[in-house]
């Protein structure tokens, strides 16, 4: 049987849990991983692009994509 503290001690390890994979997921933390998972289904015969090249281009395709003005 688990104490009152013991339950206590499990809730906030799950709610921990819960606020780091919502934040990992709103600041983009996981498309790396994400990009590498998709790669090994669709493209098994080469290797994904390391992790650096992934964010530089990542970070260029954002930064051609800049639109401005409301139209």
Known sequence: MMSKIGKFGKMLRHIASEIRWYTREFFGDTAYERYVARHRIE??????????DFWRMRDRDAEDQVQTGCC
């Open 43 to 52: 493209h098994p015969d080469h290797p994904p692009m390391c992790e650096r």
